[in-house]
């Protein structure tokens, strides 16, 4: 047959290599037309039968990245749902079925129903390097992984390290495929093919659970692991607000993992699931992450080396997390003493996340003291992250504009001073562009490119190109104070706060917003972002009009600044807040607390601080974690206020 998305090859060992190469697209993805393919590739494979099948990417950019999210946008019943997940159910099945060795080399991502398809294989070799991930990540739509992975994942690597995957939706790499029995085998790039090639004509014996993982998933062991999860699962997510997760376990237990087997009605059901809310919600996010990233794609500039100034904690992770992105750093302060604390940070995060010495070591090769600052000469991107003091800032940017090369983006990181204030020691202040990360760098991954009434519309594209380059999501915002989280998040904590001098306990506040769906009550954020730091912004937004809260100022005071100090609301125990018992939570104490919140919210769309209110939900969500099965706030009052 002729294939537009596969492309064949049979070779002298009557091995079929088989490439998924989906047509007019960087990246594959299963369509109903690239499964429709597959599924007659495999027919037509039955006779003659070759040898052996290797499936393999044609592509450099990944192996399978999963289903088409954009089918799923697109459905308009339950039936045409199912009738998605059915076609990728059989031809999994089919796959599995094949009466030869079948064999998935993987190089590049492999998620969703592209592990699914990987599964489905008797043999999966990975190639060992940085790009190479694996993951099931269905839950993070609201949906399960449907075309086989709830089944075959814990017959592979055993039900709790499957069950972490799925409820999770976190990758592993390829080194930790191996030794999980995700793979078989994870080798250098050099020798993949013929790696591939011998497993394939060699076929070994499958790989086997050992005998704990082989018991667990017996019907007798399996409510007591899917109880176990349970447990751990309700300290995480309520059942109500992300149904995906319990589905999945509820799948494994009673059904062994077969979408089909549930009676209509049953939670563990992909028909529950796609007519709820949260899958509908979420899904949404999934697209609206993708149209942040698009914004990256407005400019062709790539940096190579970034000056950030400012070794505290904001400046230092920016730095850590630029160089474990593959990027040249030099890190500028005063003197080498305040520079020292900033390189230990950035060593335990490289240990934390690269985890391989190799890579450990490449990092931090990469990221370069600078106390004389002759990195500003050479770089791309300039980032000052240095206290906020207008005067300091003007004078700073004005060396930087004098020394930068032509075409450096020259950025700061402020996150209450007005860019138009900063800029006017510039000689030319179209160059300046606020890039403002976000505490902790390596976690949040939402950063606002902030543009002046100067900024050049350039430079603020480059700067949003920046920021995808080292993966993070950037929206742009008006230059207004607060910009958009700061903004929307001030009268929150304000809320909160005032609710402690009023006598409420700070659990009984936090506890709301957490039943709300918050992943973090108002008075821990505090505590984590640093009193001094949350006193100071809600100056700034108030214009310096209004008294901070009376229990906030006395604690910043003291130097009780929260969990960087150790004490603030709360006393913080390795890295911990120490928390007394909650008080009753009632609904009006959750509406009490959110109305701020929701009514900036609006006010910043109004004002065209960000473009549309789509965009205001996701920088929301991305940058204060507001409740994603919901949608984002403005989703959340417009289903409030929809008739019933």
């Not at 060992?13 to 590739?41: G, H, M």
């Not at 045409?80 to 094949?98: C, F, P, Q, S, T």
């Not at 609206?288 to 400019?299: A, F, N, P, V």
Request: proline residues 6%; charged residues 25%; aromatic residues 6%.
């Amino acid at each position: 047959m002729t294939a537009k998305h596969w492309k064949l090859d049979t070779d002298r060992d009557n091995i079929v290599w088989l490439s998924v190469d989906k047509a007019d697209s960087s990246t594959n993805t299963l369509s109903a037309d690239v499964v429709a393919e597959f599924s007659a590739i495999l027919d037509e494979m039955r006779s003659p039968k070759p040898r052996a099948l290797i499936i393999r990417s044609g592509k450099r950019s990944g192996f399978v990245a999963g289903a088409d999210i954009e089918e799923f946008t697109r459905i308009s019943s339950t039936q045409e749902a199912l009738a998605i997940v059915r076609r990728g159910w059989d031809v999994m099945n089919k796959l599995a079925a094949m009466p030869f060795p079948t064999l998935a080399l993987i190089s590049g991502y492999c998620m969703g129903g592209g592990l699914e398809l990987a599964l489905a294989c008797r043999y999966r070799i990975a190639v060992d390097q940085p790009g190479t991930r694996f993951a099931l990540p269905e839950v993070m739509l609201g949906i399960l992984p449907g075309w086989g992975g709830v089944m075959r994942l814990p017959r592979v690597v055993g039900p709790s390290a499957a069950l972490d995957m799925m409820l999770t939706g976190r990758s592993v790499d390829a080194r930790r495929a191996r030794l999980m029995g995700l793979v078989d085998a994870s080798v250098p790039e050099r020798i993949m093919e013929n790696s591939a090639r011998m497993m394939a004509l060699e076929a070994p014996a499958r790989h086997r659970l050992a005998l704990l993982q082989s018991l667990t998933n017996t019907p007798l062991l399996r409510p007591l692991v899917a109880s176990m999860a349970r447990k751990q699962l309700a300290a995480r997510a309520r059942r109500e607000h992300y149904p995906a997760p319990y589905a999945i376990v509820d799948l494994w237990q009673k059904y062994d993992g077969d979408p089909f087997a549930p009676p209509a009605g049953d939670p563990a059901s992909m028909a529950t699931l796609v007519e709820g809310e949260t899958a509908r919600n979420l899904i949404r996010i999934f697209r609206l992450q993708e149209r942040m990233k698009s914004l990256g794609k407005e400019s062709d500039f790539e940096a190579r080396h970034v000056h950030v100034i400012g070794a505290g904690v904001m400046g230092s992770d920016i730095a850590a997390w630029c160089a474990m992105r593959g990027l040249t750093v030099t890190l500028q302060d005063q003197n080498a003493k305040a520079l020292a604390p900033a390189m230990k940070r950035a060593g335990a995060l490289f240990k934390r996340r690269l985890r391989d010495k190799r890579r450990i070591r490449d990092a931090s090769d990469r990221l370069i003291p600078d106390v004389a600052g002759d990195g500003v000469r050479r770089a791309d991107v300039i980032i000052e992250a240095i206290f906020e003091n207008l005067e300091i800032k003007r004078a700073l940017f004005a060396k930087l504009h004098a020394a930068a090369k032509p075409g450096a983006i020259l950025a700061t990181n402020t996150s209450s001073l007005k860019l138009a204030d900063i800029g006017t020691a510039l000689a030319d202040p179209s160059r300046l562009v606020g890039i403002h990360f976000f505490n902790p760098v390596a976690q949040m991954q939402l950063v606002e490119i902030v543009s002046g009434a100067n900024t050049d519309g350039q430079a603020a594209k480059d700067a949003a190109a920046f920021v995808r380059q080292i993966d993070k999501l950037p929206l742009h915002a008006k230059d207004s104070p607060g910009f958009l989280v700061n903004r929307v998040l001030g009268p929150y904590l304000d809320q909160a706060l005032r609710l402690v001098d009023q006598g409420m306990a700070p659990e009984t506040i936090d506890a709301a917003m957490t039943q709300f769906g918050m992943p973090m009550g108002p008075i821990e954020l505090a505590d984590t972002v640093g009193l001094d730091i949350c006193m100071h912004a809600g100056q700034a937004l108030a214009g310096g009009n209004a008294e901070p809260p009376k229990r906030l100022a006395h604690l910043v005071t003291a130097g009780s600044l929260g969990k960087k100090s150790g004490r603030g609301y709360y006393t913080w125990r390795d890295g911990k807040a120490q928390k007394g018992a909650a008080g009753a939570v009632t609904e009006e104490l959750i509406q009490r607390l959110i109305a701020p919140y929701l009514k900036e919210a609006q006010a910043v769309v109004a004002e065209g601080i960000v473009a549309d209110a789509d965009l205001a939900d996701a920088g929301l969500i991305f940058g204060t974690g507001f409740a994603p099965f919901t949608g984002g706030p403005l989703r959340y009052l417009s289903a409030k206020t929809a008739p019933r």
